[in-house]
């Protein structure tokens, strides 16, 4: 009885390990993605606030890869520039996920790559970052919408 009842909590313990996977929260629907909304990068005491156009793919595991960004608007977003791409996107749940390798260039500094954890709203389809720190000393925040709604599933 004994080993039976060892065998059977080892079969159910190994069953719980290897589903997780199965469970891992996502994002859909898959292909391309596009989206748009304002940022803004602090660099010690200077703020820049810019809007950000960005395009990506969203991967049949769930993924998605920022593939190409472009920062426009006041004087100054034009010496802006992103690096690292392309940048994973994960879903942490149905509310949060997770940019990495974030990183910027400018005359005013230059940080990451770095992880950025942000909120997200399905019902919007808008990712918020709210004063996220960046190796090298920079913060970024900001809210984007991405077309078409993207989802994040649990």
């Known amino acids: 009885m004994r080993k039976f009842i060892s065998q059977t909590f080892a079969a159910l313990s190994l069953a719980a390990l290897t589903s997780g996977a199965a469970f ?3 994002i859909t629907p898959t292909g391309a993605f596009s989206g748009i909304g304002t ?5 010690g005491p200077t703020t820049v606030s810019c809007t ?16 190409a960004v472009s920062i426009t608007g006041g004087s100054f977003c034009p010496l802006v520039h992103v690096a690292a791409l392309p940048w994973k996107v994960t879903a942490a749940g149905t509310t949060s996920g997770e940019i990495a390798g974030m990183a910027i260039s ?5 940080c990451g790559p770095s992880p950025v954890n942000f909120s997200w709203s399905n019902s ?6 709210n004063n996220v720190p960046l190796s090298g000393g920079c913060h970024v925040t900001g809210t984007l919408t991405t077309t078409p709604s993207l989802v994040f599933t649990p």
């Open 24 to 26: 891992a929260a996502g």
């Open 39 to 43: 940022i803004t990068f602090s660099f």
């Open 52 to 67: 950000a156009n960005f395009t990506g793919t969203v991967d049949a595991d769930g993924t998605a890869e920022v593939t």
């Open 106 to 110: 400018s005359p005013f500094g230059s």
């Open 124 to 129: 919007t389809s808008e990712l918020t970052m």
